[in-house]
């Protein structure tokens, strides 16, 4: 049986950050990792030389804990990138954050009247009344923007990202991603410039070689300090007692790991970021049937990028486009040459990252790669991006599950059942994005690891009150060290502003 202070599941932004706080108070955990490499959605893949993100992420955040993990670990391979981003729709590109010309222009006046009619329209049923809160995405937003703008800006694109209607997403997900948004305020932006640096900042931080680049470096140091990281190695059994976690067993590319190689793990703590569903399946003796009821009916969405190798040099300036249109099956684009060009071996090559939200057994994902190029291809072509037919020349796909939990009307009954039950578990801490359920981004999820780790130097954090929605108006200190609200980096539904 083989022993460490701490064991960590799942080698994400998460589960690094917490093994690379451990080490740097001395204690030695081990990280398991189910995948081939480190990084979870925030990794960078590679194909012939080209490198590319499981989507954008930028690095641009307002905790000052992650932004000094971020340099200590990086340094000086961070690039500043320009930020770029469009909306398409109806065969028009409108400036994201809108500029008020462009969306005018775009729109047409008669249009535009209309959508501001409807906003004052909906302000006036708002005062009429006020004590209505709304309960589902789509009443969130037609309240506060006028359904006008909810069915051009908003609608399309979410019901494309999430494959349910607006109305059965809950508020919950709105007042998160679009916080403290409004339509005067939108206008005030496009007209005047925001004074609002959370989404409109012009510049991020970048790792030259994409994202995965730091997490394969926290893997680097954390390996040199005498903290292994073991990949291929899925947790398939949490033994538990009622009160403590006692030990895991786990598995290694799909077989028992050999004699040599321990198959269980025993340690004084534990932190896990693989999904809480997968989690509460694992346990030993398994949790009542109401508990995982509950893990069953929480849902997930899942993500695929067609990466297409492109013979064209610079055929749009975007890091990303938005895809709104419905007759589109694509969800957004990344132009990975505009994120760092060291990610494109040939400069005078575009590599276009074409997403596609869908859940597994769905037709998307079913789809044979080939087809999927091919889908991707004639994509790229309608939208009119540049690309010409016999301009793409290769591709490849790269199929992602769970990527994004979902907030459907019973996911939070369905939480809650699960939070009560694992808080049982006086050294076992859920952190990261699908540890807890929240559409956390990446330094969300560094924050819960970090606290998680101050929890087991004797801090007396709640992790489950850090989350996005919270976290807007409340601050949080580690080490001593207050963390403002952070950055909405790319999200999978866009605001007019935010």
């Not at 939208?383 to 290769?394: A, I, R, S």
Request: with cysteine.
């Amino acid at each position: 049986m083989e022993r460490h202070p701490v064991v960590i599941i799942g080698g994400g932004p998460a589960g690094l950050t917490a093994g690379y706080e451990l080490v740097k108070q001395g204690i030695k955990p081990i990280v398991l990792e189910k995948a081939d490499k480190v990084g979870g959605i925030s990794r960078t893949e590679t194909y012939k030389g080209y490198r590319f993100d499981i989507g954008g992420h930028r690095f641009f955040t307002k905790i000052t804990e992650v932004e000094r993990f971020w340099k200590e670990v990086l340094g000086n391979d961070f690039i500043k990138v320009p930020r770029l981003s469009r909306i398409y729709y109806q065969g028009k590109f409108y400036n994201y954050p809108l500029s008020l010309l462009n969306t005018l222009s775009n729109l047409g006046i008669v249009s535009s009247f209309f959508i501001l009619l409807s906003y004052l329209k909906a302000k006036a049923k708002a005062k009429l009344l006020p004590h209505v809160e709304p309960e589902t995405f789509e009443e969130w937003v037609i309240d506060r923007f006028g359904e006008r703008l909810y069915r051009t800006f908003f609608k399309t694109y979410t019901e494309k990202v999430w494959g349910i209607p607006c109305s059965k997403i809950r508020a919950d997900w709105a007042a998160q991603r679009i916080q403290g948004m409004s339509l005067k305020r939108a206008v005030i932006n496009a007209v005047f410039g925001s004074q609002n640096a959370k989404s409109l900042i012009k510049e991020f931080d970048y790792p030259r070689l994409g994202p995965g680049m730091m997490w394969e470096r926290c893997q680097e140091i954390l390996e040199s300090k005498g903290a292994p990281v073991r990949l291929k190695t899925a947790v398939t059994r949490i033994q538990h007692d009622g009160s403590r976690i006692l030990s895991i067993t786990t598995e290694q590319d799909g077989n028992p790991i050999p004699q040599a190689c321990p198959r269980q793990i025993t340690a004084d703590h534990f932190i896990s970021s693989m999904p809480v569903t997968a989690l509460v399946q694992r346990l030993d003796p398994a949790p009542p049937e109401e508990v995982i009821a509950a893990a069953r009916g929480l849902k997930y969405r899942d993500f695929l990028i067609v990466s297409l190798i492109v013979d064209r040099p610079n055929l749009f300036p975007d890091n990303w486009l938005y895809i709104h249109s419905p007759e589109f099956k694509v969800g957004r684009i990344q132009n990975f040459g505009n994120w760092s060009p060291e990610m494109i071996p040939d400069a005078g090559k575009t590599c276009l990252g074409m997403e596609y939200f869908c859940s597994q057994g769905d037709r998307l994902w079913e789809m044979s790669d080939a087809d999927l190029i091919k889908l991707a291809t004639q994509e790229a072509i309608d939208l009119g991006l540049g690309v010409q037919p016999g301009d793409v020349k290769d591709g490849v796909v790269i199929r992602q599950h769970k990527a994004y939990p979902v907030y459907d009307g019973e996911y939070r009954q369905h939480l809650e059942v699960i939070q009560n039950y694992l808080k049982q578990f006086e050294n076992l801490q859920t952190v990261g994005r699908n540890g807890m359920h929240r559409y956390n981004n990446q330094d969300h999820s560094m924050l819960t690891a970090m606290l998680a780790v101050q929890n087991i130097l004797g801090g007396k954090h709640d992790l489950w009150e850090v989350n996005t929605e919270r976290s807007y108006h409340e601050e949080f200190t580690v080490e001593k060290s207050p963390a403002p609200p952070p950055e909405h980096h790319l999200n999978p539904a866009p605001a007019l502003s935010s």
